[in-house]
């Protein structure tokens, strides 16, 4: 690896430590250190690994080769590690197996789609039957868009314009991927992108034509954002999508009636959280419904077999009831007490699907109502906004955000990160030229001119999505507004 990175004119880093940006960058995530084998060859029938009994953390990352990549791309090649437990006839063992990564952040992936994914098929690919608990009254799926070609299934989400697909998914794209290592991902989320391949490729070929996918992605990401215009920051957007999704968060939303506006956006949810704490239990109850029986089946079964293989090995009747008798309670514990968890994640699920979009548009509604704002089509301001943060707007408030300055006020996600999302309040309002005003020293906010509009960005805590600090924000972009017109003039 160091060679290939010498001839290509690229650093070399012997090991690191790269961001969970994308599934193959965060498989491993929780599951601690450990000593564990590194898998050194992969068939479909047989695992070979190596050096069981070193120690190793839960993720990491070596050989990476840094700089412009073939193809034309400002990125890294790296080998990638993560643990997961292997189960064998042997039992079970620890194993760290490496992906072939090529990582790039793309500043406008963001604008073009929020995830890109794209993966081989599965020739035999069959589809299963989904247990719903909700009685129909769950969330419906988010739209999103999806082509089948070359054998790669293509999924964007959220479903974006046929036009911008054409592009993003355009010229070049097939011929790389077919070029690239068997089994190659594409994975683009907020701008992050990861590309990547199973093993530790160091074939110099197979190396070049992995980094080629990657400038394929981003030449596509490129020629859609082309197609995407700047808008000006006093405009008016269109009202969010009307949708089956918009439709269930409405009816409910209507649940509660708000006397006065929410105090955070946690407070919401958890307003939410209580009015659906009967129909969790439910959740609960039919999923142990459900449970209890396979994990009877289970108990049976290995009953079954330990006396079976009793027999089978000649033990005394007596010996295989001691191993039954001695063995039992701790089976039946781990089956009990995995049924007890399933029961509770049901519950957890089901609140947090209603809860969550429940109480962020409650406080959208109610803020937006009380401040006399209109709420905008979050993928439209997405799409026209060149945002200093990575991640994608919850809820976009168009109006006169401060006395005599018209603008917006966005609640932000940074969903990069898939270890920890991280929230941002924005205040977008027209800038009065290309000088960037100075925020009084110990402003807890950032501000500078991005695309034609003037951007103050404030990250806080998942409780600092409140209505005070939306307020503070949006006075301190009209007084930093009057400040630049007056120093530009």
């Known amino acids: 690896m160091a060679g290939w990175a010498d001839e290509r004119g690229l650093d070399f880093e012997d090991a690191g430590l790269l961001p969970p940006w994308s599934r193959t960058l965060a498989a491993g995530l929780g599951a601690g250190e450990h000593r564990a084998g590194l898998?050194?060859?992969?068939?479909?029938?047989?695992?070979?690994?190596?050096?069981?009994?070193?120690?190793?953390?839960?993720r990491s990352t070596h050989h990476i080769c840094r700089g412009r990549l073939p193809g034309?791309?400002?990125?890294?090649?790296?080998?990638?590690?993560?643990?997961?437990?292997?189960?064998?006839?042997?039992?079970?063992?620890?194993?760290?197996?490496?992906?072939?990564?090529?990582?790039?952040?793309?500043?406008?992936?963001?604008?073009?789609?929020?995830?890109?994914r794209g993966e081989p098929m599965p020739p035999d690919a069959k589809v299963g039957r989904v247990v719903d608990l909700s009685d129909g009254s769950g969330p419906p799926p988010?739209?999103?868009?999806?082509?089948?070609?070359?054998?790669?299934?293509?999924?964007?989400?959220?479903?974006?314009?046929?036009?911008?697909l054409r592009e993003l998914l355009g010229a070049g794209l097939d011929a790389a991927i077919a070029a690239a290592p068997a089994g190659t991902t594409v994975e683009l989320r907020y701008g992050a992108l990861c590309v990547s391949a199973k093993g530790a490729i160091t074939d110099p070929a197979a190396l070049d034509a992995l980094c080629r996918v990657a400038a394929a992605v981003a030449a596509g990401v490129d020629r859609a954002a082309a197609l995407l215009n700047l808008q000006d920051p006093a405009a008016p957007l269109p009202a969010p999508r009307d949708d089956a999704r918009a439709r269930w968060i409405d009816a409910g939303v209507r649940r509660i009636s708000w006397r006065e506006p929410p105090a955070?956006?946690?407070?919401?949810?958890?307003?939410?959280?209580?009015?659906?704490?009967?129909?969790?239990?439910?959740?609960?109850?039919?999923?142990?419904?459900?449970?209890?029986?396979?994990?009877?089946?289970?108990?049976?079964?290995?009953?079954?077999?330990?006396?079976?293989?009793?027999?089978?090995v000649g033990d005394a009747p007596l010996w295989t009831?001691?191993?039954?008798?001695?063995?039992?309670?701790?089976?039946?514990?781990?089956?009990?007490?995995?049924?007890?968890?399933?029961?509770?994640?049901?519950?957890?699920?089901?609140?947090?699907?209603?809860?969550?979009?429940?109480?962020?548009?409650?406080?959208?509604?109610?803020y937006a109502r009380t401040r006399g704002l209109t709420l905008e089509d979050r993928d439209a301001f997405r799409r026209g906004f060149d945002s200093p943060v990575a991640g994608?707007?919850?809820?976009?408030?168009?109006g006169q955000i401060a006395e005599r300055v018209r603008g917006r006020l966005v609640l932000w996600l940074d969903p990069t990160d898939l270890s920890a999302k991280s929230y941002w309040l924005l205040a977008v309002v027209p800038s009065a030229g290309d000088a960037a005003p100075q925020p009084p020293a110990g402003a807890p906010y950032s501000a500078g001119p991005r695309g034609g509009?003037?951007?103050?960005?404030?990250?806080?805590?998942?409780?600092?999505?409140?209505?005070?600090?939306?307020?503070?924000?949006?006075?301190?972009?009209?007084?930093?507004?009057?400040?630049q017109a007056l120093s530009s003039a």
Not at 39 to 58: D, Y
Not at 77 to 101: F, I, M, N, R
Not at 392 to 398: D, H, N, R, T
Not at 461 to 471: S, V, Y
């Open 142 to 164: 988010q739209p999103r868009s999806s082509e089948e070609r070359g054998g790669y299934r293509w999924t964007v989400d959220p479903a974006e314009d046929p036009a911008l």
């Open 72 to 116: 034309g791309l400002d990125g890294l090649v790296a080998h990638h590690l993560h643990l997961y437990l292997d189960s064998d006839p042997e039992g079970q063992s620890w194993k760290a197996t490496p992906d072939t990564v090529v990582v790039a952040r793309l500043p406008e992936g963001s604008r073009v789609v929020c995830e890109l």
């Open 264 to 312: 955070s956006v946690p407070a919401a949810a958890a307003a939410y959280a209580q009015s659906v704490a009967a129909e969790a239990g439910i959740a609960r109850r039919k999923t142990l419904m459900i449970a209890a029986p396979v994990a009877l089946v289970v108990a049976l079964l290995a009953l079954a077999g330990t006396v079976a293989m009793g027999k089978l």
């Open 39 to 58: 898998v050194i060859e992969r068939t479909k029938h047989s695992i070979t690994s190596v050096g069981g009994f070193k120690k190793r953390p839960e």
């Open 392 to 398: 994608m707007p919850l809820k976009v408030f168009g």
């Open 453 to 483: 509009a003037l951007v103050l960005s404030l990250e806080v805590p998942d409780g600092g999505r409140t209505a005070g600090n939306l307020d503070a924000l949006a006075a301190a972009a009209g007084l930093l507004s009057s400040q």
């Open 321 to 366: 009831l001691g191993v039954v008798v001695v063995g039992a309670p701790f089976v039946v514990f781990r089956l009990v007490h995995g049924v007890h968890t399933m029961g509770r994640e049901a519950a957890g699920a089901h609140t947090a699907l209603r809860a969550t979009p429940w109480g962020i548009e409650a406080f959208a509604r109610e």
